[in-house]
């Protein structure tokens, strides 16, 4: 059980912070942390729901997520000029947007659409779990301000989420990958559990190659340690607030 | 443990049906049947790879997926005629690609790039499961015909793989939805083995509910014993060709 | 008057199947097969006919057309992947929707769009006459359908239609081009008539060459005779509806 | 026999004129005006031939067509803001140039391309017939001017061609329909011949209709005698230029 | 102060003319033509404003620009092939929008849309000033037309506009740059004026230099003289109307 | 001459940050912050330059501008969803990559293309001036990490480029205008200096409205003391680097 390249440990987070309402014209806003990842996560409210859903009585949530250019070593090039979303934009977009419904009753919250953009201004791995991790703290702030005003019921927030990576690195079990480790990962695997500890969704990848029943076993204990870290993290940024 | 609505047990999957070349232009197809879902999965070859893959003498597989508007009950927009796939199709043929090059040795492969394609005549739900399943059919299949016809070397595949859904419905565990049942299921799950037994990819996901470990456990195991099957029945499906 | 490559007389039609519903999502589907050509034809109503018909009292019927991938020799690129629809697929689908609305009366049809796909499996040449002769069957399984249901008058259907190519081929008129007859044509005509022996559509291109009045006289008669045997083989794969 | 709404007979052309180099960028223009119908036709040479054909020797031509915005009397929304081209747009521009191919050698041009824009300033019926008898004109003025340049040989041309529509109006074939008998007509057909009286294109279309044999020979009959006027006309613009 | 390459002083225009409805389905339309510029302005009115204006008595102009293919000495590959307007396509609509909206009052216009079309059948310099120039003029023609028909109030018109282009070529400030000299320029000046003297727009660019407050001061002193020579020849085009 | 609404002077800029190297992922980057507008400009080089500029060894610099979704009060569509950049986005990086290159000898840099990202995180007014003010200073420390990298000469740097905005609001002329101003001001200036004192670009626009000759001469004024303190809070930013 060595150290990792930046003398970790396997079951050890990186460096996380959470800063409320870092920008200030979403109705809520988390800047997150974890290492030199970054981004922005904020929540809108907008009073029309997407066509299929009109006059039902129910609402919506729905989730972008991008990279600034400069968010990664090599340029990434923009999507706006390229014309169309990448597959990977799409597949990550879904599974935070998917995540997050998981949270709220989605009738409680009445026709109303929450639009959630996360934002990553520096990517070094783990961007998709930040996102996640931050806009869960981001939609609580939202609720809260929203019940405050009046527009939603307090009773529409089921649970917080958080969510990590975890993977198998030279053959060995680890928390958190930054990029360095998810580049050189046999096995990746994304886990978003809520404050239950019951899973929300787990997405475990072996590109190139595969992994066993006692490997997935050692993973999922790894996660839903480091999940529990952020949550509490994420209760934190939340104090002043409530 | 009662009886599904189409009187199978929990662990029973549909009838399933392997036709080796269905159609012919393609090096190689197969037409996979899982209940009323039908698809064509066909593997081409390109001498040439991707870009970023020139000169570095390694191969690549690339999936599409795409279902034919009339194969579900109400009709769907052709994403030719929208501009462009969409976000479901996208992670679907991520997920198919993804799957089948753990399967290949892509450097063995050489510079040469396997598309696969599978189109969707049917759709019953487990599309995607089947797409994986019958997609690795013919895939060894089209190994088998290069490696006869001198392009490729003869230990290229490392391993067949299978797919199948598993998902809780009405509180119970059940093997192989249907679209009556994923519709209905609070839990899917799509897990994705190969023929050691080693999970090759597993994506669960809970729509507005979670899952507790017990059930995670309870999912793998039926998963794994409906994917044993349909390696048996894609072996059969290639004894003639071997 | 020498023997065709595949042994075929000039006027000798390839070997034709219809298979009806050969999916059943659609209100009715035919798959036609005319030698190695195969594709599959579905018709599904919609209660909203296009805007600029609203409120009109009239119908609509337009058609759409794609290959699969997978259906020719060469592997030919998804169109959802190029982001549009190519100018050749533009063409036909035009002239599909064409040709089936001068088959039923829209007026008849009351509000109510038809929508015609016509999805190649496999590409041997023909597959646009193919498309419309296997369309017209669908369509007219369909308008029984949607009788019986109430939904439609019973007077709706017009006339049947069937579609066949001509060409010259060294110098000679034949009829039913595959692929192969189709490369070398000087001269490739699309005939379109219904069942009173009247035209609805005659495309005649020569392609790098021109054509006389006297060819234009043989060409019309050799698809005049191979249509009748087409609407002769479409009505017998009505008989089990009728 | 009675006259037509605009008091021509029935066989009987609008008036015609051609203005050579009416805009003097491109390497040749004509300026088409039939009727109230105005067409700039330009053509441009480009040294290098598309993807597919580059180092075979040979030459192809491509045709693009489009209308003002303001061609027609409810203004016609731009391709361009639209995001791409009209089905009707993509149908009349493959026909151009099909049909204007036929009237090169395009071996003997050897690797160039020609590029042939039909620009239509205004629209009163008979756009589509009007650009390849425009474009003919424009075409043999760019090949005097190639040759004269000494980039390609004496003998590339083959034919000049013309178009023209005819259609049954009121049961009535006439010839060269203006928008409003275009809009009433039971039958539409646009042909186009070469100047030995060969058949290059044949597209005729019964909207909602059919036609008859003998309707066929005479509508044939009557696009004759109307493309040898054309022809004559086009010969005569050229007068200066030989 | 020496001639220019085709003879002009500094402060001299191009020779420029006005032709009133050179196409006539539009509401009106103004081919002006400076120098070998040559541009269509058209108008045309919709009774429906864009979405965000709906319901708010007030009235819109729009802008649209485009150049034919064949307008410049090197072909410009067309924008609807392309699939979207350009940037510099774009740039220039805009500014067209924004200077034609400054010389109407859009409450009193009422709920109506003005679509302004500025086609260059011919570009030789100063595309966007000729168009803004030729476009007021149509624009008054049109708003003369809209007052007969009693579709709107007499006092919609504020003022009459009128564009040009002045710019430093060899160190000498020079009146409206032909494009030889506009490829050679050190700095490039769009001004736009109102008949009363006033600015509506000014839009100085040194492209790959930079230039001085007294520069500014003769460029303006140039602009001013030339946009009053071409209000009075617009004056004088609109005399057969009023 | 009374106070603004945040009580500034009329001749008073923002509260302007500099912090260069926010983020580390690109060769250099500024976050600067004017009131509440926050832009991160970043830059990176790519040793490729566009396919018009390849083999004539000179460099090129081109800048990219948008805003995240959640920067303004009201949520902005995005760009990468919608599938294209709006015309406003276009304008504004067309604008920047012009000024900036202004700024850097072309020729010297050799085959080189540098790439400038604004990234807008909050929008309160002035977000093209601060890009270009931010962005210049990026530049210039990414100018001095590649001479230090050995990659370019050391003059490369011709100047320093400061940007801001002034305008007429409520019959005043005023300094760096914020939303809330902007909104409601009759003419809006951007204008862009170096630190010689000379122009690189004006852009006045009068929406709805013109401004006189003085009038443009007292915003020229305010305009050229706001850029000079914008270059020296610039110059001490990039205190540390040099």
Redesign the interface.
Known sequence: MGKRHDQRDPSQLREVNFTLDY????LA?CLIEVG?T?V?C?V?A?DRVPPWLRGKGSGWLTA?Y?M??????E?TP????????G?????I??LIG?SL??SID?RRLGEMEL?V?C?V???DGGTRTASITGASVALRAALVRLEKAGRIRSDTLI?SIGAVSVGIVDGQAVLDLDYHEDSAAEVD?NVVM?N?G????????????????SQ?VDL?KLAESGIRTLLSLGDMALTGLA
Chains 1, 2, 3, 4, 5, 6 share one sequence.
């Not at 600034?68 to 070593?73: F, I, M, Q, W």
């Open positions: 920008t200030e014209m979403a806003s030199k970054k922005i904020s809108s907008d972008e991008s600034l250019p400069s968010a990664t070593r340029r923009r999507e706006a000029v390229r014309g169309k979303q597959g990977r934009t799409v597949e977009q879904r998917r419904r998981s989605l639009v953009d934002d201004l520096q990517a649970s695997m809520n239950q019951e899973y929300v969704e787990i997405q475990g990848t072996a590109e190139g190659a595969t992994f066993s029943k997935l999922l």
